[in-house]
Structures are given as C-alpha cells and as structure tokens.
C-alpha cells in the first residue's frame, strides 16, 4: 500500500505543508525526504540567527508590492492564508512574534531556534515522517498513484516507493540544469534562475575604505531603470550592501543578470532632498551660517566618516566654512549627496538572504491549490515557483503560505 503524501524538501515551506496536512487530516501518512542531513537551514540562518518569520504588513495590497516576480499569483493566493494568519498560527502554537520599526517581524526569543523546535517539535509530535540524505531521482503517475524513485546518498542505492500526492517544495536551484528533474517527469515550464538579493561590488571605488559604516535611510537608483529604493546601506570590504541595496537586486534582478552585473547607479544619502531642494536650502543656509564649517551642517546628519569622504570626494576641505565655499564645489558636494555615482562590476552573494529568481512557471500552478495544472496529485509550494521577494520576511510568508495552501489542497484533492 502507498504511502499517502511525500513532500520533497524540509525546508520551511515543505515542513510548514506536512505539518498542516496531519493537523487537517490526523490519518494522513506524511514523509518529508530531505537531500542533506540537515533540515530547516535557512530558518536557522535568517536575520542573523533571529529567523525574519514574516513582515508586518496586513493590507493584501501592500504586501505583493514586496514581490518583483510573482505578485500577482500571490495576490489571490494571500486571500486563502496571510500573514495575520502566519501570526496566528505560531501564536496557537505558544509562539509569540513581535514587529521592529522596518516591519520585520521575530520570535519575541529573537532566535531562530524558537521556530525550528516549533516546526521539528510539531512534526514529531504529529508523527511526521523524515528521511533525511534522501534525493528524489524521478516520478511518474501510473494508475492515480505517483512512483518516485529515490536515492540514498548514505547507503548510495536507489530504491522507489509510491505516493497518492506529492509536493514539491525543495527550494530554488541556481541551474536550470537542476530543475531536469521535474520537468522530465512533469512537463512543467521552468523559468531560467537567476540570483535574487545579492550585493554590489565596487573593485575600483574609494568608498570601500569605508568598510562598516552603516547610513540608516538612504534612496538607490540603477541607471537606465525606473525603480527607487529605500533603506539602509551598509558600506563592505567589496562595496555595498544593506536592505536598500538588496531590494534593488531583487526588483531589478533580471536586467542587472542581463548586463551581466556590470552597471551604474546613484545613491541619495539624504532622501528628504533632491539636488534641486538641497541647493535652494543649501543657499539659505549659507546666508544664515556663513561662519560655520561645512562638515558641521546640522541637515546633513551622516557618519563622520563618510561625511568626510564625501567632502574630500567634492575637493573641500574640513575646515571649509559656507561663506567661502566656491560655487564649483558646492554644487560637486549637492551632486555627491544627492546623486552619488558607482559603477558596480559583479555581486557578492548575501548568503543569509540568498534567494533565486525563477523556478515553476505559475501559469501552469492553480494558486487555490498549488496543485499542477499539467498533472493531477502533484503540488508546489516556496521557493521551487517562481516567486521571490525582497529581503524583509516576504520570502518566508511566501513559504507559509504555499505550504498551507499545498497542504489544504492535499487534503481536498483526496476527498
């Protein structure tokens, strides 16, 4: 007799399914068949140990504006579980999560660790099955039940077993090469994967002296694109990075892959202003303050030291007062402020966010159900479709949700 359900991942999303398909259904069997020896890394590993498990947002609206790619698949797919339902439901399990001022919502343990015994304690208890060094070779449906061939990387035999339903959710695969897999066994279209949320390196630029300076809110622009982001920027040993510059990797992933990470942009380091309203106030100001130094202005609220690179940067020195700031570097230092210029040459791989872009094509996946629409008995849930979203908890919601979704239509496909 077949075994059930297998889901094929332990990551957040596979787990998240398993577990609410015994909650929903108690008789169900359920194994999750997880290819290392290690499950749930990225929920050990997300928001530096603290697990970033969702974001506060509650307006459906809003939230899929965090979505570069598949915003709109998640838009009706919120409607079945948001994330006023991820609180509720870690809360019915006796876990508190509590919001920080960007949104980012945590365990109130502020460790990743209160997630993981959730999940693993759950499972166990629900009497999930897990069977771990295990990678799915193969499957195919004969006779409404699914025949999977499995290989066991300890014992190095391959061996099958049956299933009534399977869910796929393995996470993404940086080689479309890896996706073979399922689209020989399936038909499914897979999107070409690229890399999502990923920093800026900057070989030739001064700024990198800088390393460890932290700016809390700062504007990013690529040239030649339309989108603007915000947030904090943190300056590295081989560029920039921060949330400001992983949401613009995120949202403009495709074209920065296309121009093969070799790009300019700009970055405002005081977003109240553009170059034209920082110019009119500078001139104000200057009237006002004309025997104070420039690097003491109080409007431009910076680290010292990138305030004092950016002076050298514009050719002024630190003992430079308003009233005898020429003309050509007071607009230099505007230009600096507002419109600063890098040229980016490659990326770096923000591990601890690290995320694909691309993976099941949603037009062949019914987001009611995250059942295939090519293939009956066959479901999808987190990273494996092509969602993805910006840093912030947006990605874990998207597993959530997938796996909850997965594990209703689960349930209901065999009623």
Known sequence: MSEQVFVIGGGAAGFFCAINIK???????VTIYEKTNKTLQKVKISGGG????????FSISDMIKNYPRGDKFLKKAFHHFFTTDTVAWFKHQGVELVSENDGRMFPVTNSSQTIIDCLIGLADKLGVKI??????QSFKKIDNVWEVQLYDTTGRETYSKTTEALCISCGGFPKIEQFDWIEKSTGHT???PIPSLFTFNLPDHPIKNLMGVAVPHVKVKIEGLKAVTEGPLLITHWGVSGPAILKMSAIAARDLHQQN???????NWLPAFNEESLRTHILEYRQQKGTQKVVNAHFINLPARLMSFLLLYSGIDEDQKWATLPAAQQNLLIKNLCSFRIEAKGKTTFKEEFVTAGGIDLKEVDSATMESKLVKGLYFAGEILDIDGVTGGFNFQNAWTTGYIAAKGIIGGEK
């Open 23 to 29: 909650l929903l259904d108690p008789s169900k069997t």
């Open 50 to 57: 603290r697990c970033n498990v969702t974001h506060a947002c």
């Open 131 to 136: 069977v771990m060094n295990t990678i799915v």
């Open 190 to 192: 897979i999107i070409p």
């Open 261 to 267: 990470y070799h790009f300019n942009a700009t970055i």
